[in-house]
Every structure is written in structure tokens, then in C-alpha cells.
């Protein structure tokens, strides 16, 4: 077996020359050369998902979760009153096992969405995995674009005969009526990290080692930085924060989008209400893997603040949550589900799997608690129309509140 060159140490070379010239980075500028810097990024150059890769992620455990997440969507889109056409939209759709589960969810209740239009939008920064999304959602029937400066740069049908299309980032995305879906994205974003000390709020960042000029650590840089003086709010109670402006931003365009067309959005992460403090991790192999060794061999996550993100959205649109996985899983129905697939399942193997993906999902000590669901709604979809119209009080929204589906 040919082994991979390793990366990580072009990566180690470039960032102990930069350090050197220009002095300590930020763990933000850090995290954005080891994962997407366009020659040795770690997303630019790996397929890093599935049993080969760095992680697993829950549409590649279990197929009820994408069905669950597919039925929200179409709930949602009920709830705004059934607009005559709908955009699904997917940031870092990974392998495409989520958006393909949602599709067929879509294919299987097309009746339900009577004569609407659907149409598929992807938000990735890698080649690599767009191709392996290509291949999942439309196998032959994509083309990438001749130039590369096209705001869309691969386009296709999918298997179902819905236009799709590929996106660098969100801006380049049509405006619409659009559910987005962000699993597993926000958390690989770049943070700050910021340490309370007696002389007020200062940046945590990345240098060379002098003992060890091959090794780099973490130091607290003495002075005050842009982002230590920008990004703390006013009211923060903790000793250590790690901050995603990049994250804000995203945010803040997704509400902008979801005031101004209708729609909504679904974040779902590892993450807390902005009570933790130290999250930035490593995974390589499936394993917990040293921050700062070997950069760009291994993947690197923090933890989402989602109280952080519920400031940014502001007053533009309702939020709701973080809630756990699991209770959303259940509001959900995931267990009538279960009991569904198990009945019409002979197979001793599948079922095996049907219940250890299950447990997976929603067991409190696996991913049960550690993933939170978030959702930013337009205003109208909570307090319905003006009260003179007579309209039906609106539908509690999926996941965030018990449904009555018996």
C-alpha cells in the first residue's frame, strides 16, 4: 500500500516561516491554513469522511436520521404556507448521504408537495468531496463549469430529475424561499480563543516552540488584538472563550435571507448554550489527535456557542433552541420510525444495525446530548397571519416541540 505523502509537514514548514516573519497567529488563521488552504488544506486534499476517514458523521450511521431531517423540511415548508417553489440548500454537504436522504423523503411524499418546484443548492469548498457529492446525487448527470470563476461551478440533475447546483459560498446562492440545512459545519469554521487575565480579556495564540523551533504552542500574547478587543461581549461570565466570527457572519446572512424570502434553517452541531469553554480538538482515525502536531494531518473542530449565533441572528428572525439530538430525534418520531423499518425488516444484520444506529443517535452517552439542534424561522411562521384574516393558528414547529403524530 502506497502510503499518502503526509501534508502536514509542508503545512508545519509554511506556518513555522510565517510565525517566524510576522510572529505568533491567531488559532483562527491557524485552523483556516490547516484545513482549506487551497494547495495543503486538509478538506482541499482529503476524502475525510466514512471508516477510512477522521469521523463518521450521524447520515452515514443511520438513514432515519436524514428521513427525519427531509420530513422537517417538508414541515417547514408547510408551516410558511406552501410556496410554489422551494429551495433546499446545504452547507458542507459532506458525502451527500444527508441531502440524498432527504430527497428521497422528498420523492416518496411528492404527492404532498403537490405542484411546487424543487431545486437542490450546495455549499462546498472542496473539489474533492463535490465529486464524491456529484457522483451520490447525480451520478453522470453533472458538468463543472468552464471557467472558474463562475458563481455556480458544477451543475447537474439529480436521480429524481431536480436541478442542483454547487456553490463556493452562500452569497453566490439564488435569493428564494429556502430551507438550509448546516450539519456538522459550523464546528469547522475558525475560532478565537480569548483568556481572561488580570489585565483584562488577551487572544490565545499559535507559535513556534523557541526550546523546539519544529513544534509549535499555544502562548498569550501580551497585548490586546483586534479580535480580543471586538469580539468579547460585555456580558461574558467565562474564564475562556473560543468565538466563530466567521460563524456570526454566516449567520447574520442567513437571517438577512430568511426575513427578507421566507424559509428557515437548521444548524445541528456539537455544541452548548454558551456555557463551555476550551473545545478545539484534533481527530485523526476516528481518535482525539494533539491540536498543533502535525498540522494538516488530522481534522480540527470546535465545540458551536450557539448563545454566540442567537446574538447574531438578532431581532431579525425567531430562534429556537439548541435542544439535544435526542429530543429532537424524538420529537421527531424516530422511534415510530424505528419500529417501522424493524417491521418490515427480515434481515438479522440490518436490523442489528437499524438499533445500533439508533442508539448511536439518541443514547445520551454517545451523540444523544453532545449534538444540539438550532433553527432560525422567519417571524410570520410563529405568530401567523394578521388576525383579521381567520387563518389557522400556525404548526408547531418539528423537532423543538412534542408533535401529536400518533
Known amino acids: 500500500v502506497s502510503e499518502r505523502p503526509i501534508p502536514g509537514n509542508s503545512v508545519l514548514r509554511h506556518l513555522t516561516s510565517k510565525i517566524k516573519s510576522t510572529g505568533p497567529i491567531s488559532v483562527a488563521e491557524y485552523m483556516r491554513e490547516v484545513l482549506t488552504n487551497p494547495v495543503t488544506g486538509y478538506y482541499v486534499q482529503n476524502d475525510m469522511l466514512g471508516p477510512d476517514g477522521d469521523f463518521i458523521t450521524s447520515p452515514e450511521i443511520s438513514q432515519i436520521f436524514g428521513e427525519l431531517l427531509g420530513i422537517w423540511c417538508l414541515s417547514e415548508w408547510m408551516g410558511?404556507?406552501?410556496?410554489?417553489?422551494?429551495?433546499?440548500?446545504?452547507?458542507?454537504?459532506?458525502?451527500?448521504?444527508?441531502?440524498?436522504?432527504?430527497?428521497?423523503v422528498f420523492s416518496q411524499l411528492s404527492g404532498a408537495l403537490g405542484g411546487a418546484t424543487v431545486s437542490v443548492h450546495l455549499v462546498e469548498v472542496s473539489p474533492k468531496l463535490s465529486q464524491i457529492q456529484a457522483q451520490c446525487l447525480s451520478g453522470d448527470q453533472s458538468r463543472v463549469s468552464a471557467s472558474e470563476d463562475e458563481p455556480v461551478y458544477r451543475q447537474g440533475t439529480t436521480a429524481a430529475g431536480l436541478p442542483i447546483s454547487w456553490?463556493?459560498?452562500?452569497?453566490?446562492v439564488p435569493r428564494g424561499f429556502s430551507v438550509y440545512?448546516?450539519?456538522?459545519?459550523?464546528?469547522?469554521?475558525?475560532?478565537?480563543?480569548?483568556?481572561?487575565?488580570?489585565?483584562?480579556?488577551?487572544?490565545?495564540m499559535v507559535d513556534v516552540d523557541p526550546e523546539e523551533p519544529d513544534k509549535l504552542r499555544f502562548v498569550i500574547v501580551p497585548a490586546p488584538t483586534l479580535a480580543s478587543t471586538q469580539l468579547i461581549q460585555s456580558d461574558e461570565k467565562r474564564q475562556h472563550v473560543e468565538v466563530c466570527p466567521e460563524g456570526g457572519v454566516?449567520?447574520?446572512r442567513l437571517a438577512n435571507r430568511i426575513a427578507g424570502?421566507?424559509?428557515?434553517?437548521?444548524?445541528?452541531?456539537?455544541?452548548?448554550?454558551?456555557?463551555?469553554?476550551?473545545?478545539?480538538?484534533?481527530?485523526?482515525?476516528?481518535?482525539?489527535?494533539?491540536?498543533?502536531?502535525?498540522?494538516?494531518?488530522?481534522?480540527l473542530t470546535a465545540d458551536v456557542d450557539f448563545s454566540y449565533l442567537r446574538?447574531?441572528?438578532?431581532?431579525m428572525v425567531a430562534c429556537m433552541g439548541p435542544v439535544s439530538q435526542r429530543s429532537f430525534l424524538k420529537n421527531m418520531g424516530i422511534d415510530t420510525r424505528l419500529q417501522v423499518l424493524l417491521r418490515n425488516c427480515a434481515d438479522p444484520s440490518t436490523r442489528a444495525q437499524l438499533i445500533h444506529g439508533y442508539d448511536m443517535l439518541t443514547n445520551p452517552a454517545k451523540m444523544g446530548e453532545r449534538f444540539q439542534f438550532f433553527t432560525m424561522l422567519?417571524?410570520?411562521?410563529?405568530?401567523?397571519?394578521?388576525?383579521?384574516?381567520k387563518a389557522p393558528a400556525p404548526l408547531p414547529v418539528a423537532g423543538f416541540s412534542e408533535l401529536g403524530l400518533s
Not at 189 to 204: A, C, D, N, S, Y
Not at 275 to 291: A, I, M, S
Open 311 to 315: 446574538k447574531m441572528a438578532g431581532a
Open 167 to 172: 456553490y463556493r459560498n452562500l452569497d453566490d
Open 250 to 252: 454566516i449567520v447574520q
Open 80 to 104: 410558511a404556507g406552501k410556496p410554489s417553489h422551494l429551495q433546499l440548500v446545504e452547507f458542507g454537504p459532506g458525502r451527500g448521504s444527508l441531502i440524498s436522504d432527504v430527497l428521497r
Open 378 to 389: 422567519n417571524h410570520i411562521r410563529l405568530t401567523g397571519p394578521e388576525p383579521k384574516q
Open 261 to 299: 424570502d421566507g424559509g428557515a434553517a437548521l444548524i445541528a452541531d456539537y455544541g452548548h448554550d454558551g456555557t463551555k469553554t476550551d473545545t478545539f480538538r484534533g481527530f485523526k482515525g476516528h481518535k482525539l489527535h494533539d491540536v498543533l502536531a502535525s498540522p494538516g494531518s488530522a481534522d
Open 181 to 204: 440545512l448546516a450539519h456538522e459545519f459550523f464546528d469547522a469554521l475558525p475560532i478565537h480563543k480569548f483568556q481572561r487575565t488580570e489585565k483584562g480579556w488577551r487572544e490565545v
